[in-house]
């Protein structure tokens, strides 16, 4: 079993800036996939960023340019540094992990409220 560990969400104002951390615990295979989901009320859960466990990145249109995703192998934890952020960010943050074998692991995820 793998538990994902979301921190780092708050309330900030357009154009500002959160960085968001997911802690992997448990049995965690060295190939895999991390990544950062969202999802806003009344809309469907939507990936942001994904990287995988030798750093190839894969990211939303909606992310390109402003957030960053990276990953610590030694730590099991990936990040999601997000900037110029806007009100349309707003969402529930999900960490996931996906092994290159079966299914993937969610995390209970983080909330970020960007006011205008």
């Known amino acids: 079993q793998v538990q994902l560990v979301e921190s780092g969400g708050g309330l900030v104002q357009a154009g500002g800036s959160l960085k968001l951390s997911c802690a992997a615990s448990?049995?965690?295979?060295?190939?895999?996939?991390m990544g950062w989901h969202r999802q806003a009320p009344g809309k469907q859960r939507e990936l942001v960023a994904s990287v995988d466990n030798i750093g190839n990145t894969n990211y939303a249109d909606a992310a390109k340019g402003r957030f960053t995703i990276s990953r610590d192998n030694t730590k099991n934890t990936i990040y999601l540094e997000m900037k110029n952020l806007k009100p349309e960010d707003t969402a529930l943050y999900y960490c996931k992990l996906k092994p290159l074998y079966g299914a993937g692991f969610w995390g209970q995820g983080t909330q970020v409220t960007v006011s205008s």
């Open positions: 448990g049995y965690i295979f060295n190939v895999n996939v």
